[in-house]
């Protein structure tokens, strides 16, 4: 095309440019769809679970922030849905992937007990996040900042809150809004918790647990 415009072929150079043009569009397009349907299918993997032409696919993808952050939107859609159901299910039913134990919900009699096992849960399925995340769309903190395409919300939600997290590096944010539906019911029974445990000793034993995971 560069050699055809040189030698002021200019309309023929147009032409094969636009023609080159609208098959890297169609090319993209369905290399999208294609990413889109194992996007959607993801909730249920693990970081082993990923396959390379996934890889290959999304960061072919990263060079169009629209597709890109559609993709990025799926699968944060998908993966917090399933992780809020996994820990419902620790919490209440037990059982973990080739673990046994009882629910979680059964030590509430005992408080630091109770809220270390929580604390646990969550810092396991935060690093298996990390593992599942970085497989995908490799380092996370090298992935480019996109406008959140959750829509509205109240910032506590799919939208306001993540919006804003998106705008502070892709590292954080990613991992954030798959984890963020986590919050809640972690929250709740820790508030019960210190309502009905307010002896200073569990206090002060809470706050260090705390701490130490905090950390």
Not at 35 to 63: F, N, P, T, Y
Not at 107 to 129: F, G, I, K, N
Request: charged share 25%; proline share 2%.
């Amino acid at each position: 095309c560069k050699g055809m415009l040189e030698k002021h072929h200019y309309c023929a150079g147009f032409e094969l440019l636009d023609a080159l043009g609208q098959h890297q569009e169609r090319a993209y397009q369905r290399l999208f769809e294609w990413v889109k349907k194992e996007c959607s299918a993801s909730a249920g993997m693990s970081a082993d679970d990923v396959d390379v032409k996934l890889q290959m696919a999304v960061k072919s993808l990263q060079r169009l922030p629209m597709y890109f952050a559609q993709c990025e939107d799926l699968i944060v859609n998908s993966r917090r849905t399933q992780l809020v159901q996994k820990f419902i299910f620790a919490l209440t039913q037990g059982g973990s992937t080739g673990e046994v134990f009882r629910a979680i919900d059964l030590l509430a009699h005992d408080p630091v007990r109770y809220v270390s096992d929580m604390l646990a849960w969550m810092h396991q399925t935060v690093a298996s996040e990390v593992e599942f995340l970085e497989a995908v769309f490799g380092r996370l903190s090298a992935l480019p900042t996109q406008p959140s395409g959750d829509g509205g919300g109240d910032g506590h939600g799919e939208g306001g809150e993540g919006n804003k997290q998106k705008q502070n590096g892709g590292d954080e944010t990613l991992l954030a809004r798959c984890v963020q539906g986590l919050g809640r019911p972690l929250r709740v029974r820790v508030m019960q918790t210190l309502e009905a445990h307010g002896s200073v000793e569990t206090l002060y034993a809470l706050t260090d647990l705390l701490a130490f995971y905090e950390g």
